[in-house]
């Protein structure tokens, strides 16, 4: 059944009480132009398709019908026809409304004789000011004012008759929304060249950002890579190299060694979660914090109150980063470390794990093996105590501290480098010299990723005992 919206508008107009069906299948859009000419001071009434509105125009003849071209079980086409063979309703304006823009639909409406044709979407108050010129324009029963039109139309033949009012009607309606339709492009056009001179602004403004932000990017690695080891440590029984390729201008790693005094060497490599600024800044700031700078209250070389030297242990070490690195003061941001003391005397290293990739030991004529060691890292949990692992070096061992850019790098199928291949890799190199070694290896991981490049920051640090 269909459904009788009515009402009127707040301010009197002249369309008060005038009736109008609408055909529409969208009941969204149903609603919307109902209340709208209802507001105007329209009876309106509703069918959801043509065939339940025909037969609400037949039980109550409307002055006017707005009808949807698109609609199951009668079309607005066939409902106009239908109407205008009638002849009881043929002079009911009607105005057919389509989302179509095809000039056959302007030959359909006039073989089945509407009177107007609107394209979606449209403003209303151009369709009010149609349903007007319809309504004050009346149109004649007469079927001797008929005509009988041949088109050819791509290719196809129509023939149509409509009364001259009919056409003149339908043609202007075409007319004008051509012309609406036009407007409405110009409108759009003028927007979109003041969207595009606003766009071009603002791409200046981000050019200029981006140059700026280019050059903060640039000093801040330059930086960062002075921070670095630039001359190994002094020993007649150490060996040592070290490779640090980032992934992006400013990485999350960091690497050092250095020594702490005549007969202990430090060494660590730190790996910040996440990659770009915030991860960098938090990387140089715990290298500026791992530095032999010998006072009470520092870090890895304490003086005592009798003025002698105290190395800290490495568990210590990671204990106090853990209270000053707590990860909700640093943006959710933490990082994994390993940190090892080797006594250039008694050969004996010291180290402790926050959480990274386990120290590599190769021994000549053995496979190299993983010095496995747990612990969380650092800005998780307060209050927590690491362990501390002792291993003695012998003459021909070289270490390898690392970070996870080397068995977790990927190749063009997403493949991890892993640790397996790793440790063989290391293991061919044994007779290289440990410049060397460290050289292979970086070549091999970047030689594994070399389609999408490797997508974390690569830092290996190796010491050797000499022979």
Partial sequence: MASQLSGSSDTPTDNEGIDVVIAEDNRLQAKVLADRLTKAGYQVRVAVNGREALEEIRRQRPALLISDIEMPEMTGHELCREIKNDPQLADVPVILLSTLADPVDIIRGLDCGADNYVTKPYRMSYLQSRMESLLQTPLSSEQDDALELNVTLMGDRYTVKSGRQQVLNLLVSTFENAVEKNQELLRFNEELQTAKQQLSRRNTELESANERMQRDLTAAAKIQHSLLPTASPTSDRMQFAWKYLPCDELAGDFLNVFQLDDDHIALFVVDVSGHGVPSSLLSVTVGRVLVPHVTESALLVRQNPDGTRRIVPPRE????????????????????????????????????????????LARRDQLPKMLSA???????????????????????????????????????NLKEFDEPRMLELMRRCQDQSVDQAVDTVCKAVAHWCRVHGPKDDVSLLAVEVKS
């Fill in 317 to 360: 070490v990671a204990e106090e980063l853990n209270r000053r690195f707590p990860m909700e003061d640093q943006g959710d941001l933490y990082f994994t470390m390993v940190y090892g003391v080797i006594n250039t005397k008694t050969l004996q290293m010291t180290y402790t794990s926050a959480g990274h990739n386990a120290i590599v």
């Fill in 374 to 412: 747990e612990g969380f890292a650092i800005g998780w949990i307060e209050d927590i105590q690491y362990d501390e692992h002792t291993v003695q070096l012998e003459p021909g061992d070289r270490v390898y501290l690392y970070s996870d850019g080397i068995p977790e790098a990927l190749d063009e």
